[in-house]
């Protein structure tokens, strides 16, 4: 991987990711931008104890252009995007507008590929091994940052999740703070561990996974399952079998066969509801460990989490998507409409042939 970093015409900086190693980027962005100008603001709720960011900004950002328009495709000609050059591998970029900016953390723009018609599932197995190391690179970088907490890499895939670029895309949350849905995890990790004599819960939910009904899919350093308690339709959780906090711990027996894994979980997710359907809209989280101290948990060390990718959609079944109404948004308390045994089979049943 030959990685080169430059900077945009307001600034921002960008990042190329190559395959080869004495490929040139020294294309110079030509657009007459001014510098970015941003409001973030973090709030804290303090009945809720979490926090809010506040991005008035973001009203302006670019929303569904035209593909000839996209900002995301390389800049060809007259035509002038967010990539000054003419072709890239993976290349990453401060987000135009972000929702985390200054003191307030970080967000950046991740794109997979030039192809603007493609999707991750389309990547050879080589450039999904670059976007993961593009991934570990940032998490390494960002994680240095005075202000940053905590790392999240994503992908939004499909216009009902809310996608605004059609280009085949994901970003990364630097967050100031640990994420709320990754405190509760550390929370029951203490409680277990105080209550178990010292073992760690997510070693026992794999050891409790790979005893069921729910596995998906398993490689030599992989487990990919629905969850016992799956809040969405068709949710898959895929961790190392090799306890790791976060991106930059795995070893390279798990990097190397990371691609092929994940590649073949997204490709089922595009046959769930049959070919004659549109393709599967998802969202890919990794969850990391925070890299601040974790002196609210008492008892929990950064080893004690466990590296992970949860990828789920809301499509729950041909033609009908998951709404969060009021018992999941009023209450936080979901209601899922598909057992998680069956959408365990049914991700089974479609594997690649």
């Given amino acids: 991987m030959k990685k080169t970093s430059t900077r945009l015409a307001d600034g921002r900086e960008l990042i190329y990711y190559d395959l080869r190693d004495d490929t040139v980027r020294d294309a110079v962005d030509r657009r007459p931008l001014e510098r970015t100008v941003t409001s973030s603001e973090v709030r804290h709720d303090v009945l809720l104890g979490d926090e809010v960011a506040i991005a008035s900004h973001r009203q302006g950002r670019t929303y569904h252009p035209p593909a000839d328009q996209c900002p995301l495709c390389p800049s060809e000609g007259d035509r002038l995007s967010e990539i000054p050059d003419s072709s890239y591998d993976v290349v990453v970029f401060e987000n135009r507008f972000p929702s985390l900016a200054g003191d307030s953390g970080r967000c950046e723009v991740v794109c997979f590929t030039s192809d603007h018609n493609a999707s991750f599932a389309d990547l050879s197995e080589e450039q999904a091994r670059l976007v993961l190391e593009a991934w570990t690179d940032r998490t390494s970088e960002l994680s240095s940052l005075p202000s940053v907490q905590q790392v999240f890499c994503f992908e939004n895939r499909g216009a009902e999740i809310g996608v605004t670029l059609g280009h085949p895309h994901g970003q990364i949350y630097a967050y100031p703070f640990t994420t709320p849905r990754t405190a509760l995890m550390l929370r029951s990790a203490a409680a277990h561990k105080e209550a178990t004599g010292g073992q760690n819960l997510f070693d026992a939910v794999l050891e409790r996974e790979l005893a069921d009904q729910r596995v998906v899919l398993e490689s030599e350093h992989w487990l990919a399952f ?99 109404a009021g018992s999941e948004s009023g209450m936080n308390v979901f209601i899922n409409d598909v057992p998680p045994e069956r959408a365990a089979e049914r991700l089974r049943e479609v594997a690649s042939r």
């Fill in 226 to 324: 629905v969850p016992y308690a799956a809040h969405w339709p068709y949710e898959v959780h895929l961790y190392p079998k090799r306890r790791v906090p976060d991106l930059l711990a795995l070893d390279e027996e798990a990097r190397s066969e990371f691609p092929q894994v994940y590649l073949e979980l997204l490709r089922r997710f595009d046959r769930i509801f049959g070919d004659s359907e549109p393709p599967t809209p998802y969202i890919a989280a990794w969850h990391q460990a925070p890299f601040g101290q974790l002196e609210d948990f008492e008892g929990v060390v950064r080893e004690d989490f466990a590296l992970h990718l949860e990828l789920f959609t809301i499509r729950r079944t041909s033609g009908k998507l998951k709404f969060l």
